[in-house]
Each structure stands twice: as C-alpha cells, then as structure tokens.
C-alpha cells in the first residue's frame, strides 16, 4: 500500500557524498534528472541504459555537477542473470562500492487490450518492468551488503490508474514491484541494505505521453521536480520510509 501524498524533504548538498549509485534507464526522464540530482548530492553515478548516444549526453551533464560518472550500455529486454552479476561486480570492484541502485528503466507502448497483445511484447515489457529489476538487484545485493548503510529503490506507478483495463504488461508489472518492494524489504529487514519504492505523481515523460497523448503538459510536472525524492530514498535519511512505496506529489 502507498504512503499518503506528502511534501519533498530538503536534500543536503553532501546527501551522497562518498556513495555510488547506479542508475537505469539514466537517458530517460526521471532517470536523467535523478542521475543529475545525485551527483549534485556527491555521488558517483554509473549511467545504465541501451542507447549510447543518450547514455554520453547525460554523461556530460552529470560530470559537470558532481564526481565523474561512469557509463555501462546495457538493454535489460536481452540481458541474463550472468551479466547482470558481471554489472554487478565491475562496478563494485572498478569504483570501491555500490551503495545505491535506482530503478528508473520502464517499458510501455501505449494502451491496449491485453487480447490483442502481440505476445513477444507482453513477455519484454513484463521483463523489463520487473523480472529484470529484480534479477539486477539480485545480483548487486551481496555487494551492496558490504557496506553499513545501501538503498534498492524501486521507481512504480499508481497501482489505481495502472490496474485497470488496456494497461497490459506495464500494469501488471508495476503493481508486482510494488509487491515486491514489500516482500524484499521484509527479507533484508535486519541487513544493511534498504528496500523502497517512490511512486512519483504524473510527470511530463514520453511514456506518459504515449498514455495520454491529448494531454496538455504544462499541467503536470516536469521529472526532475521528483529527482530530490529519489535521493531522498538513497541517502541515509531515506531510513524511514524502508518497505514502503512512497507517493510524494508536487506541484506543476
């Protein structure tokens, strides 16, 4: 179950110092602005996604605010658990730790009954959305449990707007992480590894606009509005809202 809606805390300028944070889908939206916001915050960000292009002008952006980034190409619909343990050890080894992991990737093509679901497409965006979240997060966890204080922190969706009909594979998907951010969280409990959720309000993205494509975008926020949330949940601070999905809302 989501938190109420609440204001975003204030994030100190040394939140993530010291820290290193991996970051997928960082050339989308929120992924971009929280991959930004968290070296501003001192972190070394490590940029995962599948398109290189995008993945280098983020890259730039990010150098110029805080540590220098790192990039790892990788498309999470083709990936195997042996690579993502190959992510996984790289960037621990490489960079002296992995402290945070920020699930921003996410897959979605628009409305459609699930009966006229190409099958193929039902299979990748239920991969991507959340078999490969977790796969990843697998891989990371005995890394991550190297340190005092890391953060899993999984990016849902409105489980009342994505369960109902023609939101297919992504609705599905979304409302299993939610349950899984719930179910891990309860497992890692007594580690020093923590387990969250944010469930940011609708923000001005592609993958919106391909649900609401009449939708005027200047009424609802632009991503970055919600990128101190996600370093909010990565940073020690974000202790208290362990195994809950957190919906803070902002205004446009």
Known sequence: ????????????????????????????????????ACARAGATVVLLGRKVPKLNRVYDAVKA????????????????????AALAERVATDLGGL?????????FSGLAPLEATDPEAFVRTLHVNLTAPWLLTQACLPWMRRHQDAAAVFVTDDPARVGKAYWGAYGLAKQGLAALVRQLSAETDATPVRVSGLEPGPMRTDLRARAY?????LRVPAPAAYAPACV?????????RRGQVWAPRVAA
């Open 232 to 240: 909010h949940l990565l940073s020690p601070a974000g202790a208290a």
């Open 65 to 84: 605010l805080g540590p220098e980034p790192a990039i790892y190409p990788l498309d999470l619909a083709g990936a195997d658990p042996a690579d993502y």
């Open 213 to 217: 494509a009449d939708e005027a975008q």
């Open 99 to 107: 402290h945070g992991l920020l699930h921003c990737a996410a897959e």
């Open 1 to 36: 179950m989501s938190t109420a809606p609440a204001p975003l805390p204030a994030v100190a300028p040394d939140a993530l110092a010291g820290r290193v944070v991996l970051v997928t889908g960082a050339h989308g939206g929120l992924g971009a602005e929280a991959a930004k």
